[in-house]
């Protein structure tokens, strides 16, 4: 059983910063690929970022990617997002995934974390 807890979500103003960590329970987190997602009221969920279970490679969305950094460590099975110069349409609920194999799809990943929400305002 694979367990996904974030946190380090809040509110902050234009501009200001955040990082978000994501503690994965099991004994498989070192193999995975982890991923941050994002979902906005009445939109659907996007992808943000994802790093290799190595930590060799990292994927950003192009509306992220200079702005964000994902990150891991696998002694401690947690990952992370910090987020700089946050706007406000970064506002969303921000999600952790796990999967084995590298993918920015939603529907390919099989373990969720419930969930922490950022609010960015203006």
């Known amino acids: 059983q694979v367990q996904l807890v974030e946190s380090g979500g809040g509110l902050v103003q234009a ?15 070192s193999s995975q690929t982890m991923a941050w997602f994002r979902q906005a009221p009445g939109k659907e969920r996007e992808f943000v970022a994802a790093i290799s279970w190595s930590g060799g490679f990292t ?3 192009d509306s992220v990617k200079d702005r964000c950094t994902i990150s891991r460590d696998n002694a401690k099975n ?21 999967r084995y194999g590298l993918s920015r799809l939603v529907h390919e990943y099989d373990y969720w974390g419930q969930g922490t929400q950022v609010t960015v305002s203006s």
Not at 19 to 28: A, E, F, P
Not at 78 to 98: F, G, I, R
């Open 59 to 61: 994927y950003y969305a």
């Open 78 to 98: 947690t990952v992370y997002l910090q987020m700089n110069s946050l706007k406000p349409e970064d506002t969303a609920v921000y999600y952790c995934a796990a």
């Open 15 to 29: 501009g200001g910063s955040l990082r978000l960590s994501c503690v994965v329970s099991g004994r498989t987190f």
